[in-house]
């Protein structure tokens, strides 16, 4: 079993800033894929970053250049710098983990574990 409890969230202006983390514990950190997934009010849950194994890093378009996504294994930790902040980033953000080196697509279709979650809000 592996327990992942993100924190960070909370209330920024546009155009600011909020970094996420994410604390794993209870297996070894280093053997998996890290995932960031958000979902906003009435959407679907989407796929946003993925940590892999070795610090590769997959973004999707609406993100790119304004978030940054780093592990920290000997913290057991992945953090989620967000930059440049839009109203549309409004979500509940989940941090979620898989052993070993799954693809988007099987990312997209569900992790092995996951957080409660920490809620982010854009709004001026």
């Known amino acids: 079993q592996v327990q992942l409890v993100e924190s960070g969230g909370g209330v920024v202006q546009p155009g600011g800033s909020l970094r996420l983390s994410c604390v794993a514990s209870?297996?070894?950190?280093?053997?998996?894929?890290m995932g960031w997934f958000r979902q906003a009010p009435g959407k679907e849950r989407e796929l946003v970053v993925t940590?892999?194994?070795?610090?590769?890093?997959y973004y999707i378009d609406s993100v790119k250049g304004r978030f940054t996504s780093s592990r920290d294994n000997a913290k057991n930790t992945v953090y989620l710098q967000m930059n440049s902040l839009k109203p549309e980033d409004t979500a509940v953000y989940y941090c979620?983990?898989?052993?070993?080196?799954?693809?988007?697509?099987?990312?997209?279709?569900?992790?092995?574990?996951w957080g409660k979650g920490t809620l982010v809000t854009v709004s001026s």
């Open positions: 940590n892999w194994i070795g610090g590769t890093t």
């Open positions: 209870g297996r070894t950190f280093s053997a998996y894929t």
């Open positions: 979620a983990a898989s052993e070993g080196m799954p693809t988007i697509p099987t990312m997209r279709r569900g992790m092995a574990y």
